[in-house]
């Protein structure tokens, strides 16, 4: 496996780390007035999703997790396993809850996600950034809610809830942020 070293950190290396695969989400080199150089870092580890700090020393090496991304559609639930196809293969997988993470309330029958691979054991499963849900339980529109400038909570398909704008209601279908859990637009 290749190694890397503090210098070649960016954001998004995998590397491995305390006999775990972690990935930078954000890093700072840092000169104190005393002593040498250290790296500082905020690190997502790939199997629990926890995020921690660490710093290192300057020059300190690791080994590089290469992981393969790739593109399967989600065909359904069963049992508590979810089935994933392969579009060009045909090739069908079970993965469990724990492998998408917070993000499987935005997953419906269809989509495409990326699966993260690395050695041929899969680590987890992304849901698109961006998705369009239909909106299936929501408070109904009174007049004059539109003044406050707020919003209303509201259950999406695979029971994501959302905030979303007074004049949204059931059966609408909206797209939202998957990253940070927003509503963005109505779509048509």
């Excluded at 890397?4 to 989400?25: C, E, M, Q």
């Excluded at 995020?51 to 300190?60: K, L, M, Q, Y």
């Excluded at 396993?81 to 917070?102: C, K, S, W």
Aim: aromatic share 10%; net charge negative.
């Amino acid at each position: 496996m290749p190694t890397v070293d503090t210098s070649d950190f960016k954001n998004g290396l995998s590397i491995l780390f305390n006999n775990d695969i972690w990935t930078i989400v954000w890093f700072q080199h840092h000169k104190p007035g005393k002593g040498g150089a250290v790296m500082r870092t905020k690190l997502k580890n790939l199997k629990t999703g926890g995020v921690i700090d660490r710093t290192f020393n300057a020059g300190e090496k690791f080994e590089q997790a290469i992981l393969d991304r790739y593109p399967m559609q989600y065909l359904y639930k069963q049992d508590d396993e979810y089935v994933l196809m392969h579009p060009d293969t045909f090739d069908q997988i079970q993965v469990n809850r724990a492998t998408f993470g917070d993000s499987i309330k935005y997953l419906k029958d269809g989509m495409e996600v990326n699966v993260v691979e690395h050695n041929g054991k899969i680590l987890g499963a992304e849901v698109p950034t961006f998705v369009e849900l239909e909106v299936v339980q929501t408070d109904p529109n009174f007049k004059g809610d539109t003044s406050s400038g707020g919003g209303k909570p509201a259950t999406l398909q695979g029971g994501a809830v959302v905030t979303v704008p007074f004049f949204v209601t059931v059966g609408d279908k909206v797209k939202v942020d998957t990253r940070t859990d927003t509503y963005l637009e109505r779509v048509k």
